[in-house]
């Protein structure tokens, strides 16, 4: 049996963050506590003491999770996975009445089907506990209690526990969804690409179910990302802090500050839309302080010498881009009739109406979203 698990050792962490996002998550996780910071493919590493582990997972608004690698060691077969992961003394992290699930991914390897490498850590977690107690925790590949996570590439494995517990982007607001909402942590990275410090009022034509604002206030008010989330995964770990948690936790929401009325709004052409924006800006005390409208931004009143931050719809079938064609028109008419002194950040899913906005940009930046390598475009109205 091991005695001490390797993130122990070296204080060395993963966290996963799209490509493209990868110098905000850097900065952001700097921020927050971490040192040693490298950012290599699909995500960054960096050395965190358990506190600034603790604040990173209850507060980064771009990275998607913190993995604690607990054994590194090579691998050419499933029945050495099977053997190596049986050294992990799994009681250590979990109890017969927790739940647990794995999520593997295998590269370049003699593995080379993530779903049988995960079948069998998963009875090597099973087996150990069948001989120690006779009984076994379940698998809940859902909403388990311990997320853990294996990753074999070139012959390669690290079998680690996902500190955050479950994709930190759920951030527990989003209770009532549309069909294409936005990602929080490409929300979250508009906003801080747009540099609004709440010195100018901000604004969404388009708000669909809110993402854009709610991402907005929680950065404005520093509410942490994990507000509302209920455990972590961290807290699973053998050497746990309760206390230092509770402190920290406390900490951090000391720092939250209020949310002026009007400094944030929006509004949108459709009913069911602000409905959904108006649930979930309220799951979230500072929210009831956001405007949400329902109107056609062609009828809306502009905002001047402020920031509109919007994500318009995109078009899947040949029909809608005509349509679209003339919206994205208008809306460019919009931002220079009635926004003016304003600074404009536009999320293009496609980037083919970039043109048909009629506005010179000031810049364009590549980001994925939902799949779609979409452009955020900067524009300045004088
Ligand atoms: C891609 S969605 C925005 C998604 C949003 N960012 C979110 O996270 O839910 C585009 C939105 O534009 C709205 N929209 C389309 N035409 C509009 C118009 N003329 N005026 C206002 N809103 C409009 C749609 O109702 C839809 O909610």
Same mark, same amino acid.
């Given at each position: 049996m091991l005695s001490m698990y390797e993130y122990q050792k070296s204080s060395r962490f993963f966290a996963q963050t799209a490509d493209d996002i990868k110098d905000f998550a $850097?900065?952001? %996780? $700097?921020? %927050?506590? $971490?040192? &040693?910071? +490298?950012?290599? !493919? =699909?995500?960054? @590493? !960096?050395? /965190? &003491?358990? $506190?600034?582990? @603790? =604040? *990173?997972? @209850? +507060? /980064?608004?771009? *990275?998607? =999770?913190?993995? /604690?690698?607990?054994l590194t060691f090579k691998c050419h077969s499933t029945d050495q996975l099977y053997k190596k992961a049986k050294q992990i003394n799994w009681s250590d992290f979990l109890s017969t009445g927790n739940t647990f699930a794995l999520f593997s991914n295998v590269s370049d390897s003699k593995i080379n089907n993530s779903y049988y490498a995960s079948l069998c850590i998963k009875d090597a977690i099973v087996d150990s506990f069948r001989e120690m107690t006779g009984k076994r925790p379940d698998v809940n590949a859902k909403d388990p209690d311990l997320w853990i996570n294996l990753f074999i590439t070139r012959n390669k494995a690290v079998i680690s526990l996902d500190t955050s517990g479950g994709p930190l982007h759920k951030r527990g607001y989003r209770k009532d969804s549309l069909a294409a909402p936005m990602q929080e942590t490409v929300a979250a990275v508009i906003i801080r690409y747009t540099e609004w410090d709440g010195s100018v009022p901000l604004y969404d034509p388009m708000c669909g179910s809110g993402t854009l604002l709610i991402e907005a206030m929680l950065y404005y008010c520093k509410i942490p990302s994990g507000f509302l989330r209920k455990t972590f995964g961290f807290e699973f770990l053998p050497d746990f802090d309760k206390k230092l948690w509770r402190e920290l936790r406390k900490d951090c929401d000391r720092r939250k500050t209020r949310l002026p009325k009007g400094l944030i709004s929006g509004s949108d052409i459709s009913s069911q839309a602000v409905k959904s924006a108006r649930s979930n800006v309220n799951n979230i005390p500072e929210g009831k302080n956001i405007s949400i409208n329902n109107l056609d931004f062609n009828r809306a009143n502009g905002l001047e010498n402020g920031v509109i931050v919007t994500n318009p719809p995109y078009g899947i079938r040949m029909g809608d881009k005509e349509e679209l064609g003339s919206l994205y028109k208008s809306m460019g008419d919009f931002l220079k009739q009635k926004c003016k002194g304003s600074t404009a950040y536009i999320y293009f899913g496609e980037r083919e109406f970039i043109k048909k906005i009629g506005l010179n940009p000031a810049w364009k930046k590549p980001l994925m979203s939902g799949g779609l390598d979409g452009r955020l475009v900067k524009y300045e109205m004088f």
């Open positions: $850097a900065t952001e %996780l $700097a921020e %927050l506590g $971490a040192c &040693d910071i +490298s950012p290599v !493919f =699909r995500g960054i @590493y !960096f050395n /965190a &003491d358990k $506190a600034a582990l @603790y =604040r *990173i997972n @209850y +507060s /980064a608004r771009l *990275i998607s =999770r913190v993995l /604690a690698p607990i």
